[in-house]
């Protein structure tokens, strides 16, 4: 195969069949040569290896991170649990703060990885990606610095998608941070929304995208572009041209799992020189988007006199939650497994919470939630995980109203969730 220009300039990938001619004689006179546009079919293959390599990695950063939020928070649990004892020691607080901190990043990288791997739990809602922006422009304007013309071209009448909200604001963040990165000297940032519909003809050559209506968010800049080789690895983890100090090279590797994990599509359209366009595509639906819930101030931590049932399967991780409640004064009874919960359950009526972890051996955790709803459809529950996911490639979408903590959490965000629940009527 080899690369040809056709008569209108066109540049098209071709596959060659040559066959010897021979006379009577059976003297060669002449070559039968044969030509097969492949462009097409070329760049299918081309997709298909892309999408490979990002599933294969993005699995193991899922698995990674799980294991890792599990470790972190046993560290940010006990470590908290350890803060409270040590008042009067200011030295012994400090070094305890600064372990903490260090949790922190670390759990914030786990997030990361997580996103890109399409195991972040979510809380869809229905919502106008035009509002979403506007709201955030403000943000935006100050966070790109004054050396940067900062332009929107926002469509009134676009149509609602259901999707995270926190998960988009962080695609429009990154995506204008990137573009940012990329005008050290100044340049102009548009960020646009469209209403667009995908036809057959658009698909054929895009095979990995599906005919319909979406709403289209554009972010585009005239910065210094890239090149096909960047281009290539530009949603890869780690991946990053900038200087160590300056990132992690995890900020469009995150926008690209946010967008594959909501059924949507990213392309890239770049040139050295030539600045930068992001275009994601989210699948529309038929609805009104939903009003935006007033944020709550914040509570004072209560404990409580109740019951509640503990499933969880790392250890370190069951002990630190059962000493918290029962610090609380919550009685707590413990399962290492979903089937050891619902034993549990059966025993004792008395259980007004049930606290469960997703994945567990022998029965997880909305599997033994599902039994015991069947036999006291008022048991309240709160799901817990690494990632949030019931199988190791189908995304765990959190049902409305059914509370959820994602790992690692310390015992401050525990209580005060336990509690938050258990009011709730």
Not at 99 to 123: D, G, K, P, V
Not at 142 to 151: A, D, L, Q, R, Y
Request: glycine share 8%; aromatic share 6%; net charge negative.
């Amino acid at each position: 195969m080899n690369a040809n220009v056709r008569k209108d300039g066109t540049i098209i990938t071709c596959e060659w069949f040559n066959a010897l001619l021979r006379d009577a004689s059976g003297n060669v006179s002449g070559v039968l040569s044969m030509v097969h546009d492949v462009t097409e079919k070329t760049e299918l293959e081309k997709q298909l290896r892309v999408s490979q390599k990002m599933e294969s990695v993005g699995t193991l950063a899922g698995g990674i991170a799980h294991d890792f939020n599990n470790s972190l928070t046993g560290i940010i649990g006990f470590g908290e649990l350890l803060r409270m004892r040590m008042a009067g020691d200011e030295q012994a607080l400090h070094d305890l703060d600064e372990i903490l901190r260090c949790a922190e990043r670390a759990a914030t990288l786990t997030r990361q990885l997580l996103t890109f791997a399409r195991r972040q739990f979510m809380e869809p809602v229905n919502l106008n990606v035009s509002t979403l922006v506007a709201d955030l422009m403000k943000l935006i304007g100050k966070v790109v610095g004054e050396h940067i013309e900062v332009k929107t071209s926002l469509e009134n009448n676009i149509p609602t998608i259901h999707v995270d909200r926190g998960q988009i604001e962080q695609v429009v963040m990154n995506l204008c941070l990137n573009s940012r990165d990329a005008m050290p000297e100044g340049g102009r940032l548009t960020v646009e929304t469209e209403d667009v519909v995908l036809e057959e003809e658009y698909v054929r050559h895009n095979a990995y995208m599906r005919t319909g209506r979406y709403a289209l968010l554009t972010v585009s800049d005239t910065g210094v572009g890239m090149d096909e080789k960047t281009r290539e690895r530009v949603f890869d983890p780690f991946f990053t041209t900038k200087r160590p100090d300056k990132g992690t090279g995890l900020g469009l590797a995150m926008v690209y799992g946010i967008v594959k994990q909501h059924g949507g599509f990213i392309h890239l359209y770049s040139e050295p020189g030539k600045g930068t366009a992001f275009k994601v595509y989210f699948p529309a639906i038929e609805a009104q988007p939903d009003a935006v819930p007033e944020k709550r101030r914040e509570e004072i931590l209560r404990g409580g006199m109740e019951t509640i049932l503990l499933a969880e399967d790392e250890e370190a991780i069951r002990a630190l939650v059962e000493r918290t409640l029962k610090e609380l004064g919550y009685t707590v009874l413990v399962a290492s497994n979903g089937e050891e919960a619902i034993e549990l359950f059966r025993q004792n009526k008395e259980i007004a919470l049930a606290v469960l972890d997703v994945v567990m051996p022998r029965k997880g955790g909305m599997e033994a939630f599902k039994e015991m709803h069947k036999a006291n459809p008022n048991l309240k529950v709160i799901f817990m995980s690494g990632y949030a996911i019931n199988a190791i490639h189908d995304s765990f979408v959190l049902i409305a109203g059914m509370p959820f903590l994602q790992k690692p959490f310390g015992p401050t965000i525990l209580a005060r969730k336990i509690r938050e629940v258990l009011d709730t009527q």
